[in-house]
């Protein structure tokens, strides 16, 4: 049975930072994309960014560009969104997703929002 678990989120100042997890069980990880999504309150749930099985490529959202990071740990099954910067428009509910199809993150991105698995979600407030 695959699992995905979000963790870290919180309520932050604008200008603060957090490192989101997305712990992954029940699947190879090491060798899926994978990916984060947002999803305000009222709004449609949108790309945030992405990272290719071996961690060599990743794609951001514009919004996210240049203070966003993901990342990922093989060795721990997981992967990280490490958020500095942040702004009250980054207030959302964050999701971690893969599919064991899409190994890149061009194909991930190219089947979005169609993946077999997806998290639970945590919660990001960002407060101004």
């Known amino acids: 049975q695959v699992q995905l678990v979000e963790s870290g989120g919180g309520l932050v100042q604008a200008g603060g930072s957090l490192r989101l997890s997305c712990a992954a069980s029940?699947?190879?990880?090491?060798?899926?994309?994978m990916g984060w999504f947002r999803q305000a309150p009222g709004k449609e749930r949108e790309f945030v960014g992405a990272i290719s099985w071996s961690g060599g490529s990743t794609a951001y959202a514009d919004s996210v560009k240049g203070r966003f990071t993901i990342s990922r740990d093989n060795a721990k099954n997981t992967v990280y969104l490490q958020m500095n910067s942040l702004k009250p428009e980054d207030t959302a509910v964050y999701y971690c997703?893969?599919?064991?199809?899409?190994?890149?993150?061009?194909?991930?991105?190219?089947?979005?929002?169609?993946?077999?698995?997806w998290g639970q979600g945590t919660q990001v407030t960002v407060s101004s």
């Open positions: 029940g699947l190879t990880f090491s060798t899926y994309a």
């Open positions: 997703a893969t599919d064991p199809k899409y190994r890149t993150v061009a194909t991930m991105m190219r089947h979005y929002p169609e993946y077999d698995y």
